[in-house]
């Protein structure tokens, strides 16, 4: 059976940090699906439509067939998203991917239980976000199957370059579209 990862983010900017998860993703699994999402507990700096252009743009710059923006699995509650994840691959193995800064949350995420049943939960470090011993207890108490994922992603927080954008921190390809939209209190210089 076919492992498929599965990668929501918020793209709001797509960072170095993503950049590296999705290419560090494509070295443990065959295919990689990934999409701009609305997360009900945040507050986002472009539209949704916006940050699936930022993220298609990183897709576009990684160029690896194996990995697909699939914006149609977006939707602001994850079990949703496996739902249409199954439709989408019925014979596949999904692996929903977080962040070690997300496992602690997904308890209190609409219908955990029901969809950790339905796929394996791949959880990535982020320098700055340890994974808590509790986190990992009260995930497998909701039937959770992990897998910890040793891979190097670097602490880029979206959140912090909304605030002070650093061209170091953001792929090219999104830097550009950045500049071209005046995002986040960018505007592209007069020359």
Not at 125 to 130: A, E, I, L, N
Not at 131 to 144: N, P, S
Request: with cysteine.
């Amino acid at each position: 059976m076919q492992k498929i990862a599965l990668l929501g983010t918020s793209a709001d900017p797509p960072t170095c940090g993503h950049q590296a998860l999705l290419k560090g993703l494509l070295s443990l699994y065959p295919q990689v699906a990934t999409w701009a999402s609305d997360n009900p507990q945040k507050h986002h700096g472009a539209p949704l439509a916006l940050r699936a252009q930022l993220l298609q743009a990183l897709v576009e710059e990684i160029n690896d067939p194996r990995l697909q923006q699939e914006q149609t699995l977006s939707h602001p509650f994850t079990i949703r998203t496996i739902e249409q994840a199954t439709a989408r691959w019925p014979e596949a193995e999904l692996v929903f991917v977080v962040g070690s800064d997300l496992a602690a949350l997904i308890p209190g995420w609409k219908s955990s239980a029901q969809w950790l049943s339905r796929c394996r939960l791949a959880i990535a470090p982020r320098q700055g976000w340890p994974l808590r011993d509790q986190a990992l207890a009260d995930l497998k108490r909701l039937g959770a199957r992990i897998d910890l994922l040793e891979l190097q992603v670097p602490a880029s927080a979206s959140s912090a370059l909304r605030q002070s954008p650093e061209q170091r921190q953001i792929p090219a390809a999104v830097w550009t579209l950045l500049l071209e939209h005046n995002l986040y209190g960018l505007f592209p210089s007069l020359r």
